[in-house]
């Protein structure tokens, strides 16, 4: 493929608006117009990694990427500049996004059940008020949000405990797709807003957070505006109709499987279930793989593997040469773009770099002369002269796909 065919435009200056150094390089040598929008060359890049990795990607690995695979299945590629926000335990390995992580959860310590008691909060319909009028910590009291289910529109009443905070995905999962229940659907199930608890509800499918049947005596809401019941106990005051993992976790929590603390990361999302992010691949390769010169794509996950130029001269054609190594290249099966363009040697030593494709050809006046070319690794500041003759034997040896 030549290079003025696929219309790429490099930049000289890195652009303003950018999420990552890996998406400014991508904008900067011509992959991308601005996030996530493609030009050819991108296309022509995605396309190539999904040839080679194919669906489900299966050479992952072979990237050299920093990956792992979550517990929901997600491949996920571990770069800080990422978006996509999860928890890894660094001892056994355990990862999971962010909204579904698991970790061990703390009860306080064990008490007998006291009796129920009715007491007066006036506008303290928050569990901070709550915590603040009655002088007892967040632990000890339970927080109730309320959702109506789309499916068949029952009322879902969330009980957890008042320091934690639900999980969106983990509610989803478990009750299906919900939205907020507005005033009078909360009203029906006889519940009072702001003031709301499990206790004497007349519909409603109830689901209490794992932690709450093992924190005795919480304060929770008595149904009554300006009221709370002290000493509320899961099984004696009232039933779940599923008790479940409903809230978020923390950095420094126990992990579920070592109980090890965990630490938050960031990362980018490369393939789950429903399929393959083959432009996140690229993001994520363009994120590990680049320095101060531009991109510096890996064998097996560049949109070409041979960038081929010549160097413009008077007296021999050096174009026509290097147009005959291009074709030859192709048909020999190596993925390779012939830079046409009669610019200076630096515009497109430069450019060259900006791209990032493993290996460089040139083809200038005073090499074809003695009938040989110059080729230079991406990674390698040296360069090595080889014969026209051997040019298309020792370049497919040196790209043949790693397996």
């Known amino acids: 493929m030549r290079f003025q065919e696929l219309q790429i435009e490099t930049r000289r200056e890195m652009p303003a608006r950018a999420r990552t150094d890996g998406e400014r390089y991508l904008i900067r040598a011509g992959y991308l117009r601005a996030q996530e929008q493609l030009t050819a060359l991108g296309n022509q890049a995605v396309s190539r990694l999904r040839r080679l990795l194919g669906e489900p990607p299966t050479l992952l690995e072979s990237l050299g990427l920093p990956i792992f695979t979550t517990a929901d299945g997600e491949v996920v590629a571990d770069i800080p500049a990422g978006d996509y926000r999860l928890f890894r335990c660094p001892q056994c390995g355990y990862a999971a996004s962010a909204e579904m992580t698991q970790a061990r959860k703390l009860p306080h310590a064990a008490e007998p059940p006291l009796p129920l008691e009715r007491v007066a909060t006036p506008e303290c319909s928050t569990i901070e008020a709550l915590s603040g009028f009655l002088g007892v910590p967040q632990t000890r009291t339970a927080k109730t949000l309320l ?216 083809v200038g006046e005073r090499n074809l002369r003695d009938r040989m070319v110059e080729l230079k690794r991406r990674s390698d500041a040296s360069t090595e002269l080889i014969p026209i003759e051997e040019i298309v034997d020792r370049l497919r040896s040196l790209t043949v796909m790693p397996r």
Do not use: W
């Open 147 to 362: 959702y109506t289910r789309l499916g068949d529109g029952e009322l879902v009443f969330v009980l957890i405990r008042g320091d934690m905070q639900l999980s969106e995905g983990k509610l989803h999962a478990a009750a299906g797709p919900v939205r907020p229940a507005v005033h009078d659907e909360i009203l029906a199930a006889g519940a009072v807003p702001g003031y709301a608890s499990p206790i004497g509800l007349r519909s409603a499918f109830v689901l209490v957070d794992e932690l709450v049947p093992d924190s005795s005596n919480l304060v929770a809401g008595a149904n009554e505006l300006g009221f709370h019941l002290l000493n509320t106990n899961y099984g004696r005051d009232y039933e779940a109709g599923r008790i479940c993992d409903l809230t978020l976790a923390h950095p420094g929590d126990p992990c579920s499987v070592c109980g090890s603390p965990l630490v938050a990361r960031a990362g980018i999302l490369l393939a789950d279930r429903t399929g393959t992010a083959f432009f996140s691949i690229l993001l994520s390769l363009a994120e590990q793989y680049h320095d101060d010169r531009g991109l510096r794509f890996p064998l097996g996950a560049s949109p070409f593997d041979v960038h081929v130029l010549h160097l413009p001269s008077r007296e021999l054609d050096t174009k026509s040469a290097a147009e005959a190594i291009h074709l030859g290249l192709e048909a020999a099966g190596v993925a390779a773009l012939f830079d046409d363009r009669e610019e200076r040697a630096g515009v497109k030593f430069n450019d060259a770099d900006l791209l990032g494709f493993p290996l460089r050809l040139t």
